[in-house]
Structures are given as structure tokens and as C-alpha cells.
């Protein structure tokens, strides 16, 4: 089958793009989504395109398809009591103190799986960050076992937002793209990589290594780089944080007829001084790094988010609370991220300055450095 990866600029509606795909195809279709947000909208816009057939039309999270579809048919080559359940880790549940607990590695003496490196100490539940370690092994171990009863199960199984997932889970995709009998699409954006599955040093992790493995394993390319979301101005300066990437530039869908909407659209940097008064007299929605961010201004009655929490939302008008980092990027730095060790500080930026539709304003000091090429709002 033709395995296809289909790279989507932020607001390009790739949600309605498969699940009207789903729709239309008309035949057992599962898509696998990271987060619980993404699986609600994913139902919702379902719904919305008039979906109504849910038995073959499912939505599972990652860690829930691995758990039902890859390691609990097969488990007991490994593992004889059921694992019940998963337990979220936030950091390497091998480590302590920033050094590694004892028995806690992939294989025992005897070079028997062992089972302190997946599962809690009472057997119960499976970490998440080694859920799809245990997943590939299991595939291996059973010579595919698992495709080969999903492929009785589904004809399309897509991976949506496969920006978030790294090192093993990479594996599994890789081994259901070999199937004869799946049409695998993996969709996302990787300038918007906020989140990561799994706390893991195995590759792929950076964007350049996703994009590589597809590359690799002869996956079409199709790019969306019409945003449905955002005007023409905030395209332009989006893009900018991922200048030189290989991303195509994006484009504008979005038509205003407003005339009051139109008095003022685009992207502006705001003096500290003036951003009560942009605030009384616009009201945006404050994206800011903390819940902290902001306080000084007068936004009690607004709406405030994060940037992280923001992904996947759209807003008219927004104000970015921003960054030491984000301040020196927008002043002309374009080395501002490149000490950090992630590329989350960086996707975090692109993902605020892509949730309006119609006007961006960044707060920076009094003081405006003339390497700021940004239009200066003026009350």
C-alpha cells in the first residue's frame, strides 16, 4: 500500500482533511491521536461532516492503541498477568536523584526480558515512556503478529499530530508501514513539536530526524501550507521562525470583509507603556509562558492561556506576553534559539504567533531596538 506523510502548516485543517478522507473512504478506518483534546475534536469534526458510522470510524490515543492493539493480544509471550493499565511519566521513572535505579534494565542476567523496566513493581501498569519499547519488542518477537491482525481490523489507520512522537513509537510505524494490506497516513507540523511521547534518548527526536525517517522509509510527501486560520501578515511572520528549514512558505485563505476588522489586522510589537490601552481597546486573549505572565496589566477579565495550551486553538486578536528569548528573536537575533537544548522554546513561539486570525501584538520594553522590523503600534 502507499504510505503517505502529509506535513500541515499551523490552522490548515488537516483534522477535517482525514477525517473527511475516513468518511469518504467509506471503510474501517482508525486514527490515532496523542492527546485527549485532539481525539475529542477529532469525534466532533466527525459529527460535524454528518460521520455516523462509529464502528468503522474509531479514534484511539497512542498509548491506548499500543496497549489494546500491539501488547495485550500478545502479552503473555512476555508477561503472564494482564497489565491493567498505563501510568503517565513525566520524567524517566529509572532515575533518581539524576542516577539510575538498580534492576531496572531492558534484560536480566539470564537475558530474559525483565519486567521492573516496563511495568510497575506490582505489575499492574505499564509506563508510558518504554509502552512502545515494549510494543516494538513484541512485534519482533511474534513476527509481526500484531499488523497482521490489525490488518484484518482496519483498511486506514492514520497517525495524527506524529510531530509529538519519538524513538519506539517510530518503530511501530515503520512496522506497519510494511504491510501489503494497510494504507498508512501519518499527518502533522513539526514546528508546532510541544510535546514528546516519551522521555527517551533514541532516535528519531529532533524534526530533522522525523523528516529523515520518512524520507527514508519512501513515504510520499504532500505539504498544506494554506492556513484557513490566519491572515496573509501573521503567515509571513510565522514562517520566519523556521526561516531555512526546508517548511514551503504559507499562504493566506482568509478573506475580510469586515471593515472594522480590517482597521486593524496584522502583526505589531506594543510598548510596555501602551499595552493597557491596546488591552481596553481591543481585548485579545493574552498568550503568555506562565500563569504568572502578564500580571501587571489590566487583563483580569480576558482570556489567558499558555502557549503550550494554546495549540490547536484559533483566537481573533492575541497578545504575546513573551520571552527573553522570543524578545531577542523578534529584535533581529536569529541565533536566539540555538543554545537550547530542545526545540520546544522555538515551536512554542511559532505556535503563539499562529493562533489569531486577524491581528498579533508582542509586548516589548519601552525602548524598541531599531532591529526590530516589526510595525510599532501607536495609540
Given at each position: 500500500m502507499n504510505n503517505k506523510i502529509i506535513i500541515a502548516c499551523a490552522g490548515a485543517g488537516k483534522t477535517h482533511r482525514i477525517v473527511n478522507e475516513a468518511i469518504e473512504s467509506g471503510e474501517k478506518t482508525l486514527i490515532i491521536t496523542y492527546t485527549i483534546n485532539n481525539q475529542k475534536e477529532i469525534y466532533e469534526k466527525y459529527k460535524q461532516l454528518g460521520g455516523s458510522d462509529f464502528i468503522n470510524f474509531k479514534v484511539k490515543g497512542l498509548f491506548t492503541f499500543i496497549l489494546e492493539d500491539i501488547?495485550?493480544?500478545?502479552?503473555?509471550?512476555?508477561?503472564?498477568?494482564?497489565?491493567?493499565s498505563l501510568i503517565f511519566?513525566?520524567?524517566?521513572?529509572?532515575?533518581?536523584?539524576?542516577?539510575?535505579?538498580?534492576?531496572?534494565?531492558?534484560?536480566?542476567?539470564?537475558?530474559?526480558?525483565?519486567?521492573?523496566?516496563?511495568?510497575t513493581s506490582d505489575g499492574n501498569k505499564i509506563h508510558s515512556t518504554y509502552i512502545a519499547k515494549l510494543g516494538a519488542y513484541i512485534i519482533q518477537k511474534t513476527k509481526g503478529a500484531p499488523i497482521k491482525r490489525l490488518e484484518e481490523i482496519y483498511k486506514n489507520i492514520y497517525f495524527d499530530e506524529v510531530q509529538d512522537l519519538v524513538g519506539w513509537d517510530y518503530e511501530i510505524i515503520n512496522s506497519i508501514s510494511k504491510s501489503k494490506k494497510i494504507s498508512l497516513?501519518?499527518?502533522?507540523?513539526?514546528?508546532?513539536?510541544?510535546?514528546?511521547?516519551?522521555?527517551?534518548t533514541k532516535k528519531p527526536i529532533s524534526t530533522s530526524e522525523k523528516i529523515k525517517f520518512f524520507n527514508d522509509k519512501k513515504f510520499s510527501k504532500e505539504n498544506i501550507s494554506k492556513s484557513r486560520r490566519c491572515i496573509s501578515d501573521i503567515c509571513k511572520v510565522s514562517d520566519i521562525v523556521h526561516d531555512g528549514m526546508?517548511?514551503?512558505?504559507?499562504?493566506?485563505?482568509?478573506?475580510?470583509k469586515d471593515l472594522e476588522i480590517l482597521k486593524h489586522t496584522?502583526?505589531?510589537?506594543?510598548?510596555?507603556?501602551?499595552?493597557?490601552?491596546?488591552?481596553e481597546r481591543f481585548k485579545p486573549v493574552i498568550l503568555r509562558s506562565n500563569l504568572d505572565g502578564g500580571k501587571k496589566y489590566n487583563i483580569d477579565n480576558l482570556m489567558k492561556i499558555t502557549y503550550g495550551?494554546?495549540?490547536g486553538l484559533g483566537f481573533d486578536r492575541t497578545l504575546i506576553i513573551p520571552t527573553k528569548n522570543y524578545i531577542d528573536f523578534i529584535c533581529g537575533n536569529k541565533k536566539a534559539f540555538d543554545k537550547?537544548?530542545?526545540?520546544?522554546?522555538?515551536?512554542?513561539?511559532?505556535?503563539?504567533?499562529?493562533?489569531?486570525?486577524y491581528s498579533v501584538a508582542i509586548v516589548l520594553p519601552n525602548i524598541i531596538p531599531e532591529t526590530c522590523e516589526l510595525t510599532i503600534w501607536n495609540p
Open positions: 501488547i495485550r493480544p500478545y502479552q503473555n509471550i512476555v508477561f503472564e498477568k494482564r497489565i491493567e511519566n513525566e520524567s524517566d521513572p529509572h532515575r533518581k536523584d539524576n542516577r539510575a535505579i538498580p534492576g531496572r534494565k531492558a534484560k536480566l542476567e539470564n537475558g530474559n526480558i525483565n519486567p521492573l523496566h516496563y511495568l497516513c501519518c499527518v502533522g507540523d513539526f514546528r508546532q513539536t510541544i510535546y514528546q511521547t516519551a522521555i527517551t526546508g517548511f514551503e512558505p504559507t499562504t493566506s485563505t482568509v478573506e475580510i496584522g502583526v505589531f510589537v506594543i510598548k510596555d507603556s501602551d499595552v493597557n490601552t491596546y488591552i495550551k494554546s495549540k537550547q537544548k530542545t526545540e520546544s522554546s522555538k515551536n512554542k513561539l511559532y505556535v503563539a504567533l499562529t493562533r489569531a486570525r
